[in-house]
């Protein structure tokens, strides 16, 4: 029987590990790395290096060496191959060993390490981690428009990604949670309560707030993992962007969150935009856990923090979500009308997993442009 709770880890070896294998997942941001450099990266329950060639290319292989296991983000970079630290043993993109210094009678050709495919795609770099051929990417047009930027981002998250998988389809929440600092939360407040409704798309779930002052907003879920949004207040600068959001395990307590947003601002304006929002973004990393934590222990109040000082969203949901517990407890809930979202995603959820666990086909979760109508009230 396929329930909630199988959703919880992402490991190689569990359904929904293998289930997000089969998609491409966002592993790291890609002005954060440079030519020459490596790191190490975790991911679904596993470690890798991932590394930038000098030429630029960016390469996802194992986590260690195949000589003595040590860590191979720690070696060098040489072209587009990285050389361990330990004793030199030396590996191409492909996790091929090619050289083994100090070895009478080279066995290289018999050593390799696991090699992942690799995407740069809106400042982001993605890896497909399943077994056979990588599914056809998708893009997303509305993004590449040459007159905005992609401002790229992520930071952790200290609970189970889920429980960030089912905030994106929950209306409910932003009336209360965002309500401080959020225009359109307000907005929605004077709106009434809505009423939603939800249905299957090609992409994953299409979702409806009808208000009843009329208007209605649409939202939209591309499974397994992945948040759309229209009409994002970002900061006093920016009062209306589109947001692509991923939530990437990490280990059952902690996950990513990845962000492209589609920011307004052509040419050098834009460039100049994405450095001064880098720079106030690392002062508010600094903080933010404390943060978080200060207002789940009672030491801080949300109403008590400076607007200035960090982004108020974030911090929001990350209470809201982390004070569900680092793994939420599902079986103490009480579901309403307004949890229509979080019930069918789960349902198509336990659908794939249950294919998965029987070996029966999958369906094929394909996002089209024209699923993103303009709409008012988004």
């Not at 890609?30 to 390469?59: C, D, K, Q, W």
């Not at 962007?241 to 902690?254: A, G, N, T």
């Not at 943060?291 to 109040?301: M, T």
């Not at 995603?345 to 029966?360: C, D, H, I, Q, S």
Request: glycine share 8%; proline share 6%.
């Amino acid at each position: 029987m396929i329930g909630v709770n199988d959703f919880i880890s992402a490991g190689p070896e569990t359904l929904a590990g293998k289930f997000l294998r089969r998609f491409w997942q966002p592993v790291y941001c890609a002005h954060e790395i440079l030519p020459g450099r490596a790191v190490p990266i975790r991911v679904m329950g596993e470690n890798f290096t991932l590394y930038r060639g000098e030429s630029g290319t960016a390469h996802l292989v194992g986590d260690r060496c195949a000589h003595r296991g040590t860590q191979l983000s720690v070696g060098w970079i040489e072209g587009d191959a990285i050389r361990c630290f330990y004793h030199g043993w030396k590996y191409d993109c492909s996790g091929q060993c090619v050289e083994q210094p100090a070895e009478p009678k080279s066995f290289a050709e018999n050593m390799r390490i696991p090699s992942y495919p690799v995407r740069e795609y809106l400042g982001l770099i993605f890896a497909y981690f399943g077994a056979g051929d990588p599914p056809p990417f998708n893009r997303f047009p509305n993004f590449e428009d040459p007159q905005s930027v992609v401002d790229a981002i992520h930071f952790d998250r200290t609970c189970n990604y889920y429980n960030n998988i089912e905030n994106s389809l929950d209306n409910t929440h932003v009336r209360f949670v965002h309500s401080r600092h959020r225009e359109s939360a307000r907005d929605h407040a004077a709106a009434g309560d809505p009423v939603i409704k939800v249905e299957e798309s090609d992409w994953g779930v299409r979702r409806y707030a009808g208000y009843p002052n009329g208007t209605e907003s649409v939202f939209f879920f591309g499974m397994p993992n992945i948040n759309y949004i229209i009409g994002q207040v970002v900061d006093r600068d920016v009062k209306r962007v589109e947001s692509l959001i991923f939530k990437v395990p990490v280990d059952d307590d902690r996950h990513l969150h990845f962000e492209a947003r589609l920011m307004p601002f052509p040419g050098e304006k834009g460039q100049e935009w994405l450095k001064r929002r880098r720079a106030q973004r690392a002062k508010e990393a600094a903080d933010r856990l404390e943060l978080v934590r200060a207002v789940l222990e009672g030491r801080q109040r949300l109403d008590d923090i400076d607007p200035g000082r960090t982004d108020h969203v974030v911090i929001e949901d990350e209470v809201a979500q982390t004070g569900q517990g680092a793994i939420a407890d599902r079986s103490r809930e009480h579901l309403g009308r307004s949890d229509i979202g979080i019930v069918f995603l789960r349902k198509l959820w336990e659908r794939e997993l249950r294919a998965l666990a029987e070996g029966k086909p999958l369906k094929q979760w394909v996002y089209r442009p024209d699923m993103l109508p303009i709409y008012p009230g988004a």
